[in-house]
């Protein structure tokens, strides 16, 4: 059985025999780019490789990327803990070339890697390629020896990958396997294609031009190669478990909550022990590089992402702080890999602690009043914006917590009257500080706000560059 971090390290290990340097994974806030909120693709640090700004001394690399997708277009927190596959942090496996090889190697190397190294059967295989991307369809028959029916077109944005509205953009070509008819689900491009059954585990990005400007795209002196596989989808594949929260680290960190509580996982609260499963990772990877939980920006998001899986750990019956004493487990397991969870070790269990402490006094009473203004409804209804405001100001519900919450029960929120309420406020404070001397931090904050932008607020939208491979 492959671990983890024995998948990590075969990966690496075959592209380092190919020539590869390997590189540590770049920090999980983006350096001198404050397009992007969090690191989500492992081509993030090689962006201005790719345009060609940047010299480095090689041409072809590898690495294991630690991402978050918990903001901005690429937000998967409201999968977590509800699909078999997606988390709010990963480790994207990649391998690049910057001008080096191109399609025909990749696919070769991909090949070469999936089904000697993790020996997958060929015929649970299949991909995806861009709809006239006849050269990408070609080599798959060659080298895999697919028929057509294996090589699925695809002609929307899934099939095609753009950095943003400028920058290096490709075509890419995605390899999934089909895990048989115990899953439900049809293949990539069909109606029911967001079921279990094809899983997707590895992009492979052609970069192949610049978009210079909206509407002017121009070849790539030096088409280059960006691809990602997801580990822990790798390592359910290979474990043959049916998802990323039965593989090893994942059942460690879900034991030491269940130890942690006094009591097992049970079919009907299993979600909320997958989500403070993935929301402990995230957290903890995230104050290891140097975010903090605030009301604004980043910091925001990480306080959204803390207090949501508090709410589960609520659900789960605690009274108590539980968070800060996973932390243990998690640099266990996963500290040798990355020294900076080691190192972060203490800062991650005291800043969750005092999170958990402080978010505590209010967590009850705000729950109580979610289901007092929640009892009569029913699915398809809306809280009110007011109450889901209410809760955010008074009780420190993020909204997105407030709407977890309700999901179950098929419950949405009003959230125009809650952007209203929100925009009444503000609109309050600046009066309010305009009229006197002396502001008050809430009223000095929504001026900043202001300047900045609600979007960096709440940490919503504000990604230009995506970073999707
Ligand atoms: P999906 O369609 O399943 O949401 P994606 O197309 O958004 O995945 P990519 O942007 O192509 O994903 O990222 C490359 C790889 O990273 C994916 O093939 C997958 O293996 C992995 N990956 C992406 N998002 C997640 C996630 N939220 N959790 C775990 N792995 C992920
Ligand atoms: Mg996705
Ligand atoms: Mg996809
Ligand atoms: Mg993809």
Request: hydrophobic share 40%.
């Given at each position: 059985m492959s671990g983890v971090n024995e998948i990590r390290s075969t990966f690496l290990d075959t592209f380092a025999k190919a020539g590869h340097a390997v590189l540590p994974s770049s920090s999980l806030?983006?350096?001198?780019?404050?397009?992007?909120?969090?690191?989500?693709?492992?081509m993030v640090q090689f962006k201005n490789v790719f345009t060609g700004v940047e010299k480095r001394p090689y041409s072809k690399a590898t690495t294991a990327q630690k991402c978050v997708r918990?903001?901005?277009?690429?937000?998967?927190l409201d999968n977590v803990g509800y699909t078999a596959r997606h988390l709010t942090f990963f480790e994207m496996l990649g391998n690049f070339s910057f001008g080096d090889y191109f399609k025909a190697e990749a696919i070769e190397l991909a090949w070469n890697l999936i089904t000697?190294?993790?020996?997958?059967?060929?015929?649970n295989l299949l991909v995806t390629v861009y709809a006239d991307d006849d050269e990408a369809a070609g080599l798959w028959r060659r080298?895999?020896?697919?028929?057509?029916?294996?090589?699925i077109r695809i002609g929307t944005s899934d099939n095609f990958w753009q950095m943003g509205d400028t920058g290096p953009c490709g075509p890419c070509s995605e390899i999934f396997i089909d895990?048989?008819?115990?899953f439900a689900g049809g293949p990539p491009?069909?109606?029911?294609?967001?079921?279990?059954?094809f899983l997707e585990f590895w992009n492979l990005v052609?970069?192949?031009?610049?978009?210079?400007?909206?509407?002017d795209r121009r070849p790539l002196p030096r088409p280059s190669i960006d691809t990602g596989m997801g580990l822990e989808r790798m390592a359910s594949i290979l474990q043959g478990?049916?998802?990323?929260?039965?593989t090893d680290l994942f059942r460690s960190l879900i034991e030491a909550a269940a130890h942690a509580l006094g009591r097992g996982p049970q079919a009907d609260n299993a979600a909320s022990y997958k989500v403070v499963a993935d929301h402990l990772r995230s957290t903890a990877f995230l104050i290891a590089d140097g975010v903090l939980p605030s009301n604004e920006g980043r910091g925001y998001v990480l306080r959204r992402i803390m207090r949501r899986a508090m709410r589960h750990l609520e659900l789960l019956g605690t009274r108590e702080p539980v968070m800060y004493r996973l932390v243990p487990t998690l640099v266990a397991e996963m500290g040798r890999s990355y020294p900076e969870l080691m190192r972060a070790e203490s800062l991650i269990a005291e800043t969750l602690r005092l999170e958990e402490t402080r978010f505590r006094r209010t967590l009850e009473r705000g729950l109580a009043i979610l289901d007092a203004e929640s009892r009569d409804l029913g699915p398809g209804q809306n809280l009110s914006g007011e109450t889901a405001f209410t809760l955010y100001d008074t009780?420190?519900?993020p909204l997105d917590l407030t709407q977890d919450a309700l999901k179950n029960r098929g419950i949405g929120v009003d959230t125009d009257a809650f952007d209203a309420a929100m925009e009444r406020q503000r609109q309050a404070a600046r009066a309010a500080w305009s009229g006197s001397g002396e502001a008050a931090t809430e009223t000095v904050w929504y001026a900043i706000r202001e300047r900045v932008g609600a979007t960096e607020f709440l940490g919503y939208e504000t990604e230009t560059a995506e970073g999707i491979v």
């Amino acid at each position: 059985m492959s671990g983890v971090n024995e998948i990590r390290s075969t990966f690496l290990d075959t592209f380092a025999k190919a020539g590869h340097a390997v590189l540590p994974s770049s920090s999980l806030v983006p350096k001198n780019d404050p397009t992007l909120m969090f690191t989500n693709a492992g081509m993030v640090q090689f962006k201005n490789v790719f345009t060609g700004v940047e010299k480095r001394p090689y041409s072809k690399a590898t690495t294991a990327q630690k991402c978050v997708r918990a903001g901005g277009k690429h937000n998967d927190l409201d999968n977590v803990g509800y699909t078999a596959r997606h988390l709010t942090f990963f480790e994207m496996l990649g391998n690049f070339s910057f001008g080096d090889y191109f399609k025909a190697e990749a696919i070769e190397l991909a090949w070469n890697l999936i089904t000697k190294e993790f020996a997958l059967s060929p015929e649970n295989l299949l991909v995806t390629v861009y709809a006239d991307d006849d050269e990408a369809a070609g080599l798959w028959r060659r080298i895999a020896g697919f028929p057509d029916g294996k090589i699925i077109r695809i002609g929307t944005s899934d099939n095609f990958w753009q950095m943003g509205d400028t920058g290096p953009c490709g075509p890419c070509s995605e390899i999934f396997i089909d895990r048989g008819p115990g899953f439900a689900g049809g293949p990539p491009g069909s109606p029911d294609e967001d079921g279990d059954r094809f899983l997707e585990f590895w992009n492979l990005v052609f970069m192949q031009y610049d978009q210079v400007a909206p509407g002017d795209r121009r070849p790539l002196p030096r088409p280059s190669i960006d691809t990602g596989m997801g580990l822990e989808r790798m390592a359910s594949i290979l474990q043959g478990v049916p998802t990323i929260y039965e593989t090893d680290l994942f059942r460690s960190l879900i034991e030491a909550a269940a130890h942690a509580l006094g009591r097992g996982p049970q079919a009907d609260n299993a979600a909320s022990y997958k989500v403070v499963a993935d929301h402990l990772r995230s957290t903890a990877f995230l104050i290891a590089d140097g975010v903090l939980p605030s009301n604004e920006g980043r910091g925001y998001v990480l306080r959204r992402i803390m207090r949501r899986a508090m709410r589960h750990l609520e659900l789960l019956g605690t009274r108590e702080p539980v968070m800060y004493r996973l932390v243990p487990t998690l640099v266990a397991e996963m500290g040798r890999s990355y020294p900076e969870l080691m190192r972060a070790e203490s800062l991650i269990a005291e800043t969750l602690r005092l999170e958990e402490t402080r978010f505590r006094r209010t967590l009850e009473r705000g729950l109580a009043i979610l289901d007092a203004e929640s009892r009569d409804l029913g699915p398809g209804q809306n809280l009110s914006g007011e109450t889901a405001f209410t809760l955010y100001d008074t009780y420190g519900f993020p909204l997105d917590l407030t709407q977890d919450a309700l999901k179950n029960r098929g419950i949405g929120v009003d959230t125009d009257a809650f952007d209203a309420a929100m925009e009444r406020q503000r609109q309050a404070a600046r009066a309010a500080w305009s009229g006197s001397g002396e502001a008050a931090t809430e009223t000095v904050w929504y001026a900043i706000r202001e300047r900045v932008g609600a979007t960096e607020f709440l940490g919503y939208e504000t990604e230009t560059a995506e970073g999707i491979v």
